[in-house]
């Protein structure tokens, strides 16, 4: 019995959360009646067992473009990939675009040709183009995080309806990122009677992380504390970026950490100073490890699903002097700390990966399903979710 083929593409030159997340959902989905191949210029990024990389050579000018004529150029240079691929390993079944329309073009490029489904999954806010609006009405199947409803409707000029909502068309669906049961992160250390606070700070340098929000509000928080500062540099990119490492006091810099849990076990308080986060996988990573989140409150997902001094604390987004008040009077009272991280942690049980992508796991089961397959038998094996 021949196993059908996923392949991933992944044209996104550094590491981020998406990543994490379609890894995670790779690992559940897991390989014992399939080939999966992820084409990625980055292998270290998808720590997974059993999958096949086929490395990605790019010209750091290409990566670079946005648009125009150098975009084009570079989703045809992937849709290459894509022949070859198919040329070596054989028919492939399923597409899985796994950063988003407008990154994932090459997909669409090359369906008519080679025949496979798309499932294209969105992390983030998707622009308004022609070429999108084609790609994503090409698509046989789209999941979304919710917080990309909006941009989504707009991308496809989705009409508002009677009731005032406008409404995707039924092959999208919604879904939550979620952390795998077998690779929780580990409960911070601290605790109560630890007179020293220790502040984790973990993103990309992308300017609308907000790492220069946080890096002026340390200087302001009256009260003594240690800074970690964990941070992914991204490369061939034409987005601003912050300028790191600065020599400062009290502040520890850690250049994409291997032992990332490590040091976010040893802290008690997590920053959060991105604008508009559409999820916030760290966030939701320092809520599991019982650490208390200090957020935005800017109506993005975690400002909608936290209660502010029930399992977090907010302030006003891109205040680097409110910031640093809220850190100040939650430093001097450690028992707070501890009581927002235990219930932090309460909230992030439910967001288990199993549960989480559920729907996407079942999706790519029935497609790769071979011909002639006892469903029990196969189910029985561990490819769907556990």
């Keep these: 019995m021949n196993k059908q083929h996923l392949v991933v593409i992944d044209a996104i030159p550094f590491h981020g959360g998406s990543k994490v997340a379609t890894a995670t959902m790779l690992k559940l989905l897991g390989n014992t009646q399939r080939n999966i191949t992820v084409l990625t210029s980055n292998p270290a990024d998808w720590p997974v067992p059993n999958i096949d990389i086929m490395r990605l050579y ?3 000018w290409f990566a670079r473009q946005e648009q125009g004529l150098g975009y ?3 989703q045809l240079w992937l849709a290459v990939y894509l022949m070859a691929l198919r040329l070596i390993k054989g028919k492939i079944d399923i597409a899985v675009g796994a950063s988003g329309p407008g990154v994932d073009m090459a997909l669409y490029l090359v369906k008519g040709v080679m025949g496979f489904n798309i499932v294209q999954l969105v992390h983030g806010p998707v622009a308004r183009s022609g ?10 199947k789209v999941f979304y995080l919710f917080s990309s409803h909006h941009t989504l409707c707009q991308a496809l000029s989705m009409p508002v309806q009677a009731d005032g909502a406008r409404y995707l068309p039924d092959n999208f669906t919604p879904i939550n990122n979620g952390l795998d049961v077998e690779n929780w992160p580990t409960l911070s250390l601290k605790n109560s009677t630890d007179q020293n606070c220790h502040i984790l700070w973990s993103a990309s340098l992308l300017k609308w992380k907000g790492l220069d929000v946080f890096l002026q509000a340390l200087p302001l928080v009256k009260a003594h ?6 941070y992914i540099k991204p490369s061939n990119t034409v987005l601003a970026t912050t300028k790191a490492p600065l020599v400062m006091a009290d502040v520890k810099w850690y250049k994409q950490p291997e032992n990332l849990d490590e ?4 802290c008690n308080v997590f920053v959060s100073t991105s604008q508009q986060e559409p999820f916030g996988l760290a966030i939701l990573e320092a809520l599991a490890a019982g650490l208390c989140v200090v957020i935005p409150s800017d109506g993005s997902y975690w400002d909608k699903v936290l209660v502010d001094h029930i399992n977090c604390i907010k302030y006003h ?9 809220r850190l100040s009077r939650l430093i ?3 028992a707070q700390i501890q009581y927002f991280g235990e219930q932090g942690t309460e909230v992030a049980k439910q967001y288990q990966a199993h549960h989480q992508y559920k729907r996407v796991i079942n999706h790519c089961d029935q497609l790769l399903r071979p011909e002639g397959c006892d469903v029990g038998a196969y189910i029985d094996e561990g490819t769907t979710s556990k």
Excluded: E, G, T, Y
């Design 332 to 334: 001097k009272n450690p």
């Design 72 to 74: 084009l150029m570079f």
């Design 131 to 140: 070429m999108i609006k084609k790609a994503l009405l090409k698509a046989d």
């Design 317 to 325: 987004p891109n205040s680097p002097q409110d910031l640093a008040l």
């Design 225 to 230: 504390k240690q800074a970690h500062v964990c």
């Design 263 to 266: 040091i976010r076990s040893k």
């Design 58 to 60: 790019v010209l750091p």
